[in-house]
Each structure stands twice: as C-alpha cells, then as structure tokens.
C-alpha cells in the first residue's frame, strides 16, 4: 500500500476489502460511502462529504478511512481532498 496511509489505516483498508463483497451485496449499502476505524465500520453515508464530516468530527486524522461501497473496478480514491480538509 502506499507510504502515505498509516499502519492503522492499512489495517482498515484490509478490513474493507475483506467485507466488500458482503456489503456489496446489500443493496442499502452498495455506491454509499463506509467510515471505517479499529477494523470496523463505524458508518455508513450518502455522500463523501457526509461520511468525512462525520469522520472528522468523532476520529483523529489517519486515524479512519473512507472508502465507497463499489467494485473494485470501479474504485475512486478520495484520500487527497481528505487529507486537504484535516491538515
């Protein structure tokens, strides 16, 4: 994985790629954006915006990841305007 994450967000981006084929197969989950820290999904948001806001206000910085529900052909990373909006 990139250098740039931090050891607790490579073990949140295992924990997501470990349960996406569950939560894909939820139709209230799939295209929605996941907050995951501790290796667990602490929520589940509409828009990217929603889930930082919502990150941000309850998690230290590199302290969760937000990842949305797609497959992985279809992964968008939106770790640079995250990191812009916490620094």
């Known amino acids: 994985m990139e250098e740039f994450f ?3 967000q490579k073990q ?3 924990f997501f790629n470990e349960n996406l084929d569950t939560w894909l197969a939820n139709p209230l989950f799939k ?3 996941a907050v995951i820290s501790d290796r667990k999904l602490q929520g ?3 828009t990217f915006e929603s ?3 919502n990150a941000i206000s309850k998690f230290q910085p590199y302290e969760f990841v ?3 529900i797609i ?3 279809e992964m968008v990373n939106f770790l640079s305007p995250a990191l812009a909006m916490v620094q």
Do not use: N, R
């Open 31 to 33: 295209m929605k954006y």
């Open 12 to 14: 949140d981006i295992t």
């Open 44 to 46: 589940i948001y509409d």
């Open 51 to 53: 889930a930082l806001g």
């Open 6 to 8: 931090s050891e607790k």
């Open 66 to 68: 937000i990842q949305q």
């Open 71 to 73: 497959s992985d052909d």
